[in-house]
């Protein structure tokens, strides 16, 4: 048994370039149609609403902040002195983009856990902070919401399943969509490990981007290994942690650095 506390909790949505009267009108057309069959009848009517109320809002963002989260465990506190997460995204626009931040600070741990319950291995790769930031853009939604609409609003059936490519088509003009890993970070007693990269990436057409992979404390965690209880087998992986050392350039700190980069040609 155990329980928790959370001394403090954030959260805020800030909608840009709403378009109210729209709003009202959808819920004013749910409220006239409050069952499945004249839900579909009313199809027609809905795209038409929607259709003239794109692209909904402009941007829309949400922030969520936990402070001081404790937990109480059989074997002592553990807890989390801060969580941020923000979610922002933008309407039914030809700019398509969203994008999830997440950081995570003061991970704490009991002070009495069993070493057969979690290694020492365990708690020493236990990340003290983490952070993420990834972003999607170079999408249309407006173009594939308008062929949509039009359908809807002149047949109000479903879209027949040769639209189906017509519509990825439309959600990706260029053919693939770019994904970007801003600059992050996972810190732990022993390892420190950063991370930052982009992609380019579609249906059909062959990924392509780069990304640069940072790490300080291999040689930390190769002794760590090295300790942990023989029944782990854990030892295979220094030879893994060994090779990729070899694939990096090593720094005078003892950090790790490997550039990687995929081609258009699959090299």
């Known amino acids: 048994k155990g329980s928790f506390a959370l001394a403090h909790t954030d959260r805020t949505l800030e909608l840009k370039g709403v378009r109210p009267k ?37 941007t829309a963002s949400f922030s969520s902040t936990l402070k001081g989260l404790t937990i109480d465990t059989p074997f002592g506190k553990a807890g989390l002195e801060n969580v941020v997460a923000d979610l922002s995204m933008n309407g039914v626009v030809a700019n398509g983009m969203a994008r999830q931040v997440i ?29 993420m930031d990834v972003k999607v853009s170079d999408y249309d939604l407006a ?48 390892l420190t490990v950063t991370y930052e990269g982009s992609m380019v990436a579609g249906p059909e057409k062959m990924p392509f981007g780069q990304s640069i992979i940072g790490a300080k404390g291999l040689d930390q965690v190769i002794e760590l290994i090295k300790a942990a209880p023989p029944e782990l087998e854990l030892e295979q992986g220094i030879y893994g942690i060994l090779a990729a050392k070899g694939f990096g350039k090593v720094a005078e700190d003892g950090t790790v650095t490997w550039k990687i980069e995929t081609t258009r040609e699959g090299a």
């Open 143 to 190: 173009t594939p919401a308008k062929m949509l609409l039009d359908h809807l609003e002149v047949s109000g059936d479903e879209p027949p399943p040769e639209m189906e490519q017509q519509l990825l088509t439309a959600l990706l003009p260029k053919g693939e969509a770019t994904i970007t890993l801003a600059p992050g970070s996972y810190v732990s007693p022993a």
């Open 103 to 131: 950081n995570i600070s003061g991970l704490t741990l009991p002070d009495g856990l069993p070493q057969e319950i979690v290694p020492k291995l365990a708690l020493e790769l236990m990340p003290k902070t983490l952070s």
């Open 22 to 58: 729209g709003l009202m009108r959808l819920i004013d057309w749910a409220k006239a149609h409050p069952d499945e069959k004249s839900a579909e009848a009313g199809r027609p009517e809905l795209a038409k609403i929607l259709k003239e109320n794109l692209p909904v809002f402009d």
